[in-house]
C-alpha cells in the first residue's frame, strides 16, 4: 500500500527563519512520482513541484528547496527566509502507477502541515 | 489563461438530499480528478476521468459519482446526502492521464445539515 506521512502537525516560526517540512512515503513501486502543494486559507491547492522516482537531484525555485532522499523515502520542503505570506497548510503527495504502462493521476496526500509565519 | 472553475461555491442541502457539482479544467487539459476534503480524513481521492472515461476510483460508496463531457467539463453527484459528506470538494485538472502536474480549483464547500 502507499502511504506518505507529515508528522509536523504545525509549525510556528518568526519571519526571516528558515523551515524544513518533512516528507515520508511508503510505495513498493520503483516508479512514482511526488508533488507538494500549498494550500492558503483561500482552500485551493497550488502546486509547487513534482518529481520523479529517477530524479534524485535536489531543486532550488527561488526561496524554496526540496530535498528528494531514496534512501531514506523522504521528499523534505525548505523554505529560506520565511515570510508571512508562505503561512498555509502544505501538503506532501504521491502519485504511482495502475499498472506498468497505465498511468494514473490520484494523488495520495499526507495529512499536511500547518505553517504559521509570524511578522 | 483561466484556471479550473467549479461551482457553486458553497452548497447548504439537507439529508436524503442529492447534490451535483460541476469542474470545468483548464483549456486544453483532458483530464479531471475530484477529491474530497475533511478535517478528519483530510484530502482523499474520489475519481479520475479522462476522454470521459473513468479511469480510477477511490474507496467511497457508490452513492458518490461522476462523468466527464467531451468538452472535458466534468460533474459530480452525491445522492442520498449523509451529514459526513460534508466537506471541501475539490477539482484538479492536468493534460493527460499519469503523474503530471494537478491544478486545483478553488473547490466547492458542501454543509450537509
Known amino acids: 500500500a502507499q502511504k506518505v506521512t507529515q508528522a509536523q502537525t504545525e509549525i510556528s516560526v518568526v519571519e526571516k527563519e528558515d523551515v524544513t517540512l518533512d516528507c515520508v512515503y511508503e510505495?513498493?513501486?520503483?516508479?512514482?512520482?511526488l508533488f507538494w502543494y500549498k494550500q492558503p486559507p483561500s482552500g485551493e491547492l497550488v502546486f509547487l513541484i513534482r518529481r520523479n522516482s529517477f530524479d534524485e537531484q535536489n531543486e532550488i525555485s527561488g526561496r524554496y528547496s526540496w530535498n528528494f532522499q531514496k534512501s531514506t523515502s523522504s521528499f523534505n520542503f525548505t523554505i529560506t527566509a520565511s515570510q508571512v505570506v508562505d503561512s498555509a497548510v502544505y501538503f506532501c503527495?504521491?502519485?504511482?502507477?495502475?499498472?506498468?504502462?497505465?498511468?494514473?493521476?490520484?494523488?495520495?496526500f499526507g495529512q499536511g502541515t500547518t505553517l504559521q509565519v509570524k511578522p | 489563461k483561466a484556471g479550473v472553475t467549479q461551482t457553486p461555491r458553497y452548497l447548504i442541502k439537507t439529508r436524503g438530499q442529492q447534490v451535483t457539482l460541476s469542474c470545468s479544467p483548464i483549456s486544453g487539459h483532458r483530464s479531471v480528478s475530484w477529491y474530497q476534503q475533511t478535517p478528519g480524513q483530510g484530502l482523499q481521492f474520489l475519481f479520475e476521468?479522462?476522454?470521459?472515461?473513468?479511469?480510477n476510483k477511490g474507496n467511497f460508496p457508490g452513492r458518490f459519482s461522476g462523468r466527464q463531457f467531451s468538452n472535458s467539463r466534468s460533474e459530480m453527484n452525491v445522492s442520498t446526502l449523509e451529514l459526513g459528506d460534508s466537506a471541501l470538494y475539490l477539482c484538479?485538472?492536468?493534460?493527460?492521464?499519469?503523474?503530471?502536474?494537478?491544478?486545483f480549483g478553488p473547490g466547492t464547500r458542501l454543509t450537509v445539515t
Open positions: 476521468y479522462f476522454s470521459e472515461t473513468q479511469r
Open positions: 503527495a504521491l502519485s504511482v502507477p495502475l499498472a506498468p504502462s497505465s498511468n494514473t493521476g490520484k494523488l495520495i
Open positions: 510505495t513498493r513501486d520503483t516508479t512514482y512520482y
Open positions: 484538479a485538472s492536468s493534460l493527460s492521464t499519469g503523474s503530471y502536474e494537478q491544478y
